[in-house]
């Protein structure tokens, strides 16, 4: 009887170890930026009449989850200052990039007027990296 019982714990213990002890979660892209001193409140009046519409039209077509923005301190002056989060669904979702565009010509205007507006803001404010970070939940 204890030779089956061994055998079963085996089984039991090589299938634990074939599964994963986590499922995949959302992806969420993290903007590291930059505002310079004396911009901060030019660039948060940018966040609510442009970035805020633009990602709650995002969020009702389905393109994203979630959005969110972080004031940061930072340790020197090459550090961000800023967060700017955009949550997706899964790494599929990320692959929108046509629709997500055409929800910004919608909101916020053509691709060029975009361009053009980011170059002005880069007088002020500079977007130091973007990564990803997905998250993993725990079974």
């Given amino acids: 009887m204890s030779t089956c019982l061994a055998a079963s714990s085996l089984s039991l213990s090589a ?5 994963r002890a ?3 979660g959302p992806v969420t892209e993290v903007a590291y930026i930059h505002v310079d001193y004396g911009h901060f409140d030019e ?3 940018w966040l609510n009449s442009t970035w805020k519409p633009t990602m709650e039209a995002m969020k009702k ?3 994203i989850i979630d959005y969110k923005v972080f004031r940061l301190t930072p340790k020197s002056p090459d ?3 800023m967060y700017l989060w955009i949550t997706y669904k899964n790494m599929a ?6 629709e997500q565009e055409a929800v910004a010509k919608k909101v916020i205007c053509s691709t060029e007027c975009q361009n053009k507006a980011r170059v002005a803001r880069s007088d002020y404010r500079k977007v130091l990296g973007t990564e990803y970070i997905r998250e993993l939940i725990l079974k």
């Fill in 22 to 24: 986590y499922t995949e």
């Fill in 93 to 98: 979702a990320l692959d929108k990039g046509v």
């Fill in 79 to 81: 550090q961000p200052n």
């Fill in 15 to 19: 299938r634990a170890q074939d599964e």
């Fill in 61 to 63: 077509a389905g393109l």
């Fill in 43 to 45: 660039y948060v009046d």
